[in-house]
């Protein structure tokens, strides 16, 4: 049961960057890095850090309660606090200013709870800083559509032709059971007219 207890407890703070783990930005733009966490216990005291490639810590904040916004411990000069807690999402996104070549790499969005006997939790978004946003990949991007459009549409097609060819084959046993059902039937009618001819004669 203790064990149980430890397992409820490690996966009851939970931390996500969104559906995409993958940012790309422009160089000397601005770029957004989400992060929000949940937490079934509620939060004291949470601590949130921001680390970049894994050991240098670019954002560290701290929140009192969820009445209350993150107040900031430190930052990169270059990092602003765009999130809110306070509100229905525990919202504790960042913004990297003036983004560089350098910048491009590992962003780790860390949460630890107090409330929840410290545990911790953390999600990753790997940024990717391009000089220009190349047309080649919305190309790649229609190729990859268009295959995929086109595949569904052959599936399509291909069903559609099963149905047809079902459709035929099913209305052709149909058919050959009324060609069946009318040779018996004329056989029984050939008899009978042979009979009555019979009799006749």
Excluded at 126 to 151: A, R
């Amino acid at each position: 049961l203790p064990g149980l207890h430890v397992f409820a407890i490690a996966f009851a703070l939970e931390v996500s960057v969104g559906k995409t783990n993958t940012v790309m930005a422009l160089n000397n733009s601005n770029v957004l890095l989400p992060c929000v966490f949940t937490t079934c216990m509620g939060f004291q005291d949470l601590v949130f850090t921001w680390y970049f490639n894994s050991t240098e810590l670019i954002y560290h904040g701290r929140i009192k309660n969820k009445a209350t916004e993150p107040t900031v411990v430190s930052r990169n000069p270059r990092v602003d606090f765009v999130g809110s807690t306070t509100k229905k999402d525990n919202n504790i996104s960042i913004v990297l200013n003036n983004v560089e070549f350098s910048d491009a790499g590992k962003y780790t969005c860390h949460v630890r709870n107090p409330m929840e006997k410290n545990a911790q939790h953390n999600a990753t978004i790997i940024l990717n800083v391009v000089h220009k946003m190349v047309e080649t990949d919305n190309t790649v991007t229609l190729i990859i559509v268009g295959v995929l459009g086109g595949l569904f549409g052959l599936l399509i097609l291909f069903m559609l032709i099963k149905r047809v060819v079902l459709f035929i084959i099913k209305k052709t046993q149909d058919r050959k059971k009324e060609c069946l059902v009318s040779s018996s039937g004329n056989d029984n009618t050939e008899n009978g007219l042979a009979g009555s001819k019979a009799e006749q004669k």
